[in-house]
């Protein structure tokens, strides 16, 4: 089956303890994503990638790190967690093909709350 | 900067009626536009994705449109069930000088859709 998956679907860690959200599609694509979604501020996108080792800031990415280093997976780091990084994320891939539009496919999400 | 503001916030309709969802945007350079389901805490789910060139796409029940020239979208949901409540969003995905796009989305805020028995 076509997806996206997240890991793990749910995460309560302290503050300054490091994760890492993981992400990986089974799609070949190209685009990835990472958005946060908090109540009254919408969906956010923290960073994207175009394409293996190809990455770029997005809306809010203070805080985040990300790498590309396989086309499939696209981890989340969190160096040093603050409560304002508690949230809903997810992780979206889409393809690309030169003129042609694709839809993007979301993961699960991860809730996570720092406390 | 894009934006994108759905209108209503939320709607509470009786099971069978017709209902109208509405999208805009600021920048008409766009490369597609798509709409998503999500239930509370769950994932965004693809209903309809609408490229740059097309008037609308047609899924089931669904139907969406584009008017690209205004900034307009709209979610057309036929003889609506209560498994319809959910959230849906839009989201527009911009083009750039070239024609392509850099893949980011800007979303709404959602329009929160409650369909009673």
């Known amino acids: 089956e076509a997806q996206v998956t997240q890991n793990p679907r749910y995460l309560i860690t302290v503050t300054g303890k490091k994760l890492t959200v993981t992400c990986s599609q089974n799609?070949?694509?190209?685009?990835m994503s990472w958005y946060r979604q908090d109540p009254g501020l919408g969906l956010r996108q923290i960073y994207y990638?175009?394409?293996?080792?190809?990455?770029d800031k997005g809306d809010v990415p203070e805080g985040y790190k990300v790498s590309r280093k396989e086309k499939r997976n696209f981890p989340l780091i969190l160096e040093s967690p603050s409560p304002n990084q508690t949230s809903l994320y997810f992780c979206?891939?889409?393809?690309?093909?030169?003129?042609?539009?694709?839809?993007?496919?979301f993961g699960s999400g991860t809730r996570l709350t720092v406390v | 900067k894009q934006e994108v503001t759905q209108i209503p916030a939320a709607l509470s309709v009786p099971e069978g009626e017709n209902l109208v969802l509405n999208c805009s945007f600021t920048?008409?350079?766009?490369?597609?536009l798509q709409w998503f389901r999500q239930d509370p805490g769950k994932g965004l789910t693809s209903l309809l994705l609408?490229?740059?060139?097309?008037r609308e796409q047609t899924s089931g029940r669904l139907n969406a449109s584009l008017d690209k020239s205004s900034g307009r979208s709209t979610l057309y949901i036929a003889a609506s069930q209560p498994g319809d409540s959910a959230t849906y969003l839009c989201?527009?995905?911009?083009?750039?000088?070239?024609?392509?796009?850099?893949?980011?989305?800007?979303f709404g805020q959602g329009t929160i859709l409650t369909v009673h028995p």
């Open positions: 979206a891939s889409s393809l690309y093909r030169g003129s042609l539009g694709y839809g993007y496919t």
């Open positions: 799609m070949n694509h190209e685009y």
């Open positions: 990638s175009m394409n293996v080792e190809v990455t």
């Open positions: 920048d008409s350079a766009i490369y597609n």
């Open positions: 609408i490229q740059s060139s097309q």
């Open positions: 989201a527009v995905r911009p083009s750039n000088a070239g024609g392509t796009s850099y893949g980011k989305l800007t």
